[in-house]
């Protein structure tokens, strides 16, 4: 929100301009009625033209210092030629033209009048009358570049102020960004981590125990802790988006969503194979995310190569392999945390699956997964 810079405006400026601009033209009226009252009606029509004219400065400043010269050429006007100069030079930036309206002006103020009667003023007199109204019509213009600049600097700081606090909530939302980014490596790297130890000592206790109770009971510790490592993976995912709306009601992919996946990789990918509806969710997850992490890296580290997707069943098992084949362009080094692969093998031993990752004979890589496809 742009904020003004004074804190009040003057008494001058809460006037409406109507009546501001109908006391200037009175004021104006009355400085021109004492300098043409005795002369013609040629010089009182052209007085009255300059003060009526004063009521337009705003919207053509320049037409009315025109208006304006004639009326300071057979009468000594004051109020209605500074008025207009510093009209003018309020709302202009042109100084070669403020500097040539104050001559003319001047000249105007300075020549000698009536025309036919040459010796009505001496010579002399008149360049010197010339010089020392050249100097009045100056202050006018040179005020008007004050109060031009004056407002130029309001304006100026105002945009400063309100630039300032555009910084402070970028600042405001960068600091918030990096406290959830904080907070989601402490969650990864204490919770993911113990939880990982939970599921892995009930899966075992479950496969050695001899109690049929107490393999329930490990059974059952050991789904709850696959179900909250996930849920715990799900929100860390969260924690390090922007905090968009749109990010956090994304719904967590399926198999349905591979083909997409494929499709919309950047590379020429194929799909091959199906898996049963059946697979349990942490499983569809566990294989998407193989699928996008070996496309990306394909994307990133072989350019030019082709990949193929291979949907598998074998057994109780179901899985996924994506090989690639030799990159037909020399890669760019970018930047990456070289935790992806890491990832996917921890998810894969936390479903009590495998993975294996490593390059093919042919010069490409492959990334194999293999998980039961109902997790417990």
């Not at 104050?102 to 025309?115: D, F, I, K, R, Y």
């Not at 969650?187 to 599921?199: K, P």
């Not at 093998?345 to 042919?362: K, M, Q, W």
Request: one cysteine or more; glycine letters at 8%; hydrophobic letters at 45%.
């Amino acid at each position: 929100m742009t904020r003004p810079v004074s804190g009040r405006r003057t008494g001058w400026a809460r006037v409406p301009a109507p009546l501001r601009d109908a006391g200037l033209v009175a004021v104006a009226a009355g400085d021109a009625w004492l300098a043409v009252s005795d002369s013609s009606w040629t010089e009182v029509g052209l007085a009255a033209l300059a003060c009526a004219a004063l009521a337009l400065r705003r919207y053509v400043p320049l037409v009315v210092v025109l208006l304006t010269v004639p009326a300071a050429v057979v009468g000594d006007l004051v109020v209605a030629p500074l008025a207009a100069l510093f009209a003018l030079a309020e709302r202009r930036r042109d100084r070669r033209l403020l500097g040539a309206c104050a001559v003319l002006m001047a000249a105007a103020s300075a020549a000698p009048w009536p025309w036919h009667d040459p010796d009505s003023r001496d010579r002399t007199w008149t360049l010197i009358q010339f010089v020392y109204t050249l100097a009045g019509t100056a202050a006018p213009v040179l005020f008007g570049q004050l109060v031009q600049a004056r407002r130029d600097l309001s304006q100026r700081l105002a945009e400063i102020e309100e630039a300032r606090e555009h910084e402070r909530a970028l600042h405001a939302q960068a600091v918030l960004a990096r406290e959830r980014a904080q907070l989601a490596r402490e969650m990864h790297d204490v919770v993911s981590h113990q939880v990982s130890l939970i599921a892995v000592q009930a899966g075992a206790l479950q496969v050695g125990s001899r109690d049929t109770e107490a393999r329930e009971a490990a059974r059952t510790i050991r789904s709850l802790s696959v179900s909250t490592l996930d849920e715990l993976r799900n929100m860390v995912t969260l924690l390090r988006a922007s905090g968009g709306r749109a990010t956090e009601l994304t719904p967590q992919p399926t198999l349905a969503d591979i083909r997409k996946l494929v499709a919309t990789s950047g590379i020429d990918a194929e799909l091959t194979g199906v898996l049963p509806d059946t697979v349990s969710t942490p499983a569809q997850r566990a294989i998407y995310r193989t699928v996008q992490e070996a496309l990306t890296n394909v994307r990133k580290h072989a350019p030019g190569a082709g990949a193929t997707v291979k949907l598998w069943c074998e057994g109780d098992d179901v899985g996924v392999t994506v090989t690639n084949s030799r990159p037909t362009r020399p890669s760019l080094p970018l930047p990456g945390s070289r935790q992806g692969l890491v990832g996917l093998r921890e998810r894969a031993e936390i479903l009590h699956g495998t993975f294996s990752a490593g390059p093919t004979p042919d010069g490409g890589y492959g990334v194999r997964v293999r998980i039961p496809a109902q997790t417990t």
